[in-house]
C-alpha cells in the first residue's frame, strides 16, 4: 500500500559514506560519521546509520503506541522504546540489519499493553510497515 498524502519531508544530505559528514536542509542535524570500531572503523565521536535507524525507529515506534493508546482510550502516563539495530553480512552478498524493540509501559495491564504494541506494529508504525517482510524485527513487552 502506497501513501496517499505526504504531510511532511525530511531532508538530508550525505557525503562521505560511513566516514562522512550529514546534515538536514534545516540544519538540526549536522556532525559527523564514524566507523564503529566493530565494523573495522575508529570509532569515536561520530554517529552511524545504524545509531540512526535506532533512534528513529524507538522515536516513531513509541509515537505509535502513545497513538494507539489514545484512541483505544488507555491512559498512558509513561512509556519507552529501546531500539537495538545490528548489522552483518547476508547470504549470498551485502549487508543486512535486525532490529530489536524494548518497550516499556509501566502501569498498563500486560495484555492491554501487548495489544497497544502490536497494533502499533502491524497498523500504524510507518518504520514497521518499511521493514516488515525486509528485516527481522522482534518486539519484547519490558
Do not use: W
Not at 14 to 25: D, L, Q, V, Y
Not at 45 to 71: D, I, K, T
Request: aromatic residues 6%.
Amino acid at each position: 500500500m502506497s501513501v496517499n498524502k505526504i504531510l511532511y519531508t525530511a531532508t538530508a544530505t550525505a557525503k562521505g559514506g560511513r566516514e562522512g559528514h550529514i546534515h538536514s536542509s534545516d540544519g538540526v542535524l549536522d556532525f559527523d560519521l564514524k566507523v564503529p570500531k566493530e565494523l573495522g572503523g575508529p570509532g569515536g565521536a561520530g554517529s552511524n546509520p545504524e545509531q540512526l535507524f535506532a533512534a528513529g525507529y524507538a522515536a516513531c515506534f513509541e509515537g505509535a503506541v502513545r497513538y494507539v493508546a489514545r484512541e483505544k482510550k488507555v491512559a498512558l502516563k509513561e512509556a519507552s522504546v529501546t531500539a537495538d539495530v545490528g548489522i552483518g553480512p547476508r547470504e549470498p552478498t551485502g549487508f543486512g540489519i535486525a532490529v530489536q524493540l524494548e518497550v516499556s509501559l509501566p502501569g498498563i495491564d500486560r495484555a492491554v499493553a501487548q495489544e497497544l504494541v502490536d497494533v502499533a506494529h502491524r497498523d500504524i508504525c510507518p518504520y514497521s510497515h518499511a521493514t516488515r517482510g525486509n528485516v527481522d524485527v522482534q518486539i519484547t513487552l519490558v
